[in-house]
């Protein structure tokens, strides 16, 4: 095809999203996906792609996007081009060295994880508060809560599908009891537990919005307070327990345990703690 008929237009863009959804690709993904073609569209202002203004438009991503953002950018256009039969227009993603340490910034701890909690409880937020705990005692997406249904918590354990994988996920005793009344008194007899005012499953912007809400109450930094935040609270302490990172891959439904690794990554205070327990510094 000459390169003059290479336009990126709301129909290639639907065809594309049509694509997505039959390999079965989240709609997390796929709206990140979008998003990322539409602003290259804008971008082009309706003229062909070309590997300059390809180039231009990366140099504004960074910029503008913190690295792993423009790589996952540049990865939902390099899949459409692909897509498309337009490989000659991939684009080279940044080289990002991985951190040996978490960002203690926006690390949520344990203590601020319980405040959060609490906060919710006081504010007659039964939901939000059981929402909490769930994800963060099982480790599960948000995107996974709509597995937590009635006959999970009566079986104990959910069978949760993401990404055209099954995995069990079990729910803890204590977990169960709470969410058995909060059941009761919903008089829910069957599907997502946790559901808006017309019965739609929640998802992750509502959660997200009523999360930031407690922030203050909580004494909690907003930067720390969203919902895969609890799911990496969970992974830190399973692998504190356990240290078994395969074990805890599978359990987050993780490919690759490279992907974990991310999870489990100490903070910067505590590598220096057990360099200073080595006790190699010999003179005084």
Not at 52 to 80: D, Q, R
Not at 155 to 176: D, H, I, Q, S, Y
Request: a positive charge; one cysteine or more.
């Amino acid at each position: 095809m000459p390169y003059e008929h290479c336009l990126i237009t709301e129909r290639e863009i639907a065809q594309y999203v049509g694509e997505l959804r039959e390999r079965e690709r989240s709609e997390t993904t796929i709206c990140k996906y979008k998003h990322s073609l539409l602003e290259l569209s804008e971008y082009l202002g309706g003229q062909p792609i070309s590997k300059v203004k390809l180039i231009e438009w990366k140099e504004i991503l960074c910029k503008t996007y913190a690295p792993a953002t423009v790589n996952l950018m540049l990865t939902a256009i390099n899949c459409f081009f692909q897509f498309m039969g337009w490989s000659e227009f991939k684009i080279r993603l940044l080289r990002i060295q991985r951190s040996l340490f978490r960002c203690e910034d926006r690390e949520l701890s344990q203590c601020e994880y319980a405040r959060l909690v609490r906060a919710a409880e006081w504010e007659g937020k039964e939901r939000l508060s059981l929402i909490l705990q769930t994800i963060c005692s099982t480790g599960i997406r948000v995107s996974e809560l709509k597995f937590v249904t009635v006959e999970a918590v009566h079986t104990g354990r959910a069978e949760v599908c993401n990404k055209g994988k099954r995995r069990t996920v079990f729910l803890p005793e204590r977990l169960c009891r709470l969410l058995k009344k909060y059941i009761e008194k919903q008089k829910n007899t069957a599907g997502a537990v946790f559901v808006t005012r017309t019965g739609k499953p929640m998802d992750r912007s509502n959660i997200w919005r009523e999360m930031k809400a407690l922030c203050k109450r909580a004494g909690v930094k907003p930067e720390k307070v969203f919902p895969h935040n609890l799911r990496h609270l969970f992974a830190r302490t399973f692998y504190t327990l356990e240290k078994d990172l395969s074990r805890l891959a599978d359990i987050l439904g993780h490919s690759s345990i490279s992907t974990t690794r991310i999870y489990t990554a100490e903070s910067g205070k505590i590598h220096q703690k057990q360099i200073e327990r080595m006790g190699l510094v010999i003179t005084t």
